[in-house]
């Protein structure tokens, strides 16, 4: 694999360069998701473009082996940050796996599908490509993610957190804020007994849950009472019965501000919610052993070390064998999310550790193709999954 890995790696360093030079927002990543898609077909994988409806989205497949094993690459940015979670690093790692387990694919016994997941910061992509059947069939699927140095590469043992996003919008009446305040019902002001009531709550939520939001829209004028209001906000825990408990709890908030000002209150969610993620154990034994073959650490985490931040290969991995590990930048100090992190992703320790994740994702696919029990039992999965 390392040959037919290093074949591709010039051109997979350009692309992922590419990639991180020019940042796309969720569902608007035509040049990343048109330089990737050329690439593959380059390497023979026939393409579906538009994959699910998303226009971002593609597939390509390879081989026809019984064992379909999909590689998810994303490379989406966020505002404002660029590639402050190293979506370049990802999609630079992934399509690398997919290029080294191309040549071995009839060998392996399996038919190779490299999806392209549009949306992982904002949207669900891979929730919808998941509810569209573009997963459908599918036995394995596996991807991995950048972080700061000192990440262990290890992820058995860590999960991430659910998470659901929504809009409340107040509505109250609009008056003049000098001459008659009194006949108003000021919006804003329920959006602020809103953070005041989450800001209290949060002393009584575990550690393990998170609360975050903030007021997009809340006024146009001082001269005017409010009569709208929007507060953004999302809710955040490890299992599926804990981020509902404190949904309700959250929304409790909200409707006591409505009624405390007497507006009135909408909630609606903005995107799909993203569950939390399963590691499979067997396949993150696989990923071990070649990371730390490579030289990099796959200590234990620590037993109180469960992870944290969510994402959409959470609902991947809820119906499929599926590992998400992550991989440590080297001199990556940055938080994720930071235009510190975004530097780093940049960087050459960065580009050089991307190549060591495409080499474990594609040992770990060899790995478990090549052991009869493994493979049996991950092609019954997909049998499972689609109810056969």
Not at 38 to 59: D, I, K, Q, V
Not at 204 to 216: E, K
Not at 316 to 342: C, E, K, L, R, W
Not at 364 to 377: I, Q
Request: charged content about 15%; hydrophobic content about 45%.
């Amino acid at each position: 694999m390392d040959e037919h890995l290093g074949a591709w790696r010039p051109r997979v360093t350009g692309l992922a360069r590419t990639i991180h030079a020019n940042p796309e927002l969720s569902f608007e990543e035509h040049a990343a998701a048109t330089a990737i898609t050329a690439l593959l077909e380059e390497a023979g994988f026939s393409m579906e473009r538009g994959t699910g409806g998303l226009p971002t989205a593609f597939a390509g497949t390879l081989g026809s082996g019984e064992l379909t094993v999909a590689v998810c690459i994303e490379y989406d940015s966020l505002p404002e940050v660029g590639h402050a979670c190293g979506h370049n690093l990802i999609a630079g790692a992934t399509v690398g796996a997919a290029l080294a387990l191309a040549p071995l694919a009839d060998e392996l016994g399996i038919t190779l599908k490299a999806i392209g997941t549009p949306a992982e910061e904002h949207g669900g992509g891979k929730a919808l490509l998941l509810d569209a059947g573009a997963f459908d069939g599918v036995g394995l699927a596996l991807m991995a993610h950048p972080g700061t140095e000192g990440y262990t590469s290890n992820p058995i043992g860590t999960s991430s957190q659910a998470v659901g996003r929504f809009r409340a919008t107040f509505s109250g009446q609009a008056a003049h804020a000098a001459a008659m305040p009194h006949l108003g019902v000021n919006a804003a002001d329920a959006a602020v007994l809103s953070q005041v009531a989450v800001g209290l709550l949060r002393q009584q939520t575990p550690d393990s849950q998170r609360i975050a939001l903030f007021v997009s829209e809340a006024g146009v004028a001082t001269n005017i009472i409010p009569d709208r209001a929007v507060v953004e906000f999302e809710c955040r825990a490890f299992t599926l019965g804990e981020y509902e408990t404190l949904l309700g709890r959250v929304r409790r908030c909200f409707e006591g501000a409505a009624h405390a000002t007497g507006a009135t209150l909408a909630i609606e969610p903005t995107e799909p919610l993203y569950e939390p993620l399963v590691q499979d154990e067997v396949l993150a034994a696989h990923w071990n052993a070649a990371m730390g073959s490579r030289g990099r650490d796959v200590s234990a985490p620590p037993p109180s070390y469960r992870g944290g931040g969510s994402t959409d290969m959470g609902n991947i991995s809820q119906v499929i064998p599926s590992i998400h590990p992550m991989f440590g930048v080297p001199g990556a100090d940055a938080p994720i999310h930071s235009a510190g992190f975004t530097a780093a992703a940049g960087t050459l320790e960065a580009y050089e550790v991307m190549f060591d994740a495409a080499f474990s994702l594609a040992a770990t696919v060899a790995a478990a193709a090549s052991d009869p029990v493994e493979k049996a039992r991950l092609t019954a999965a997909a049998y499972a999954a689609a109810g056969v």
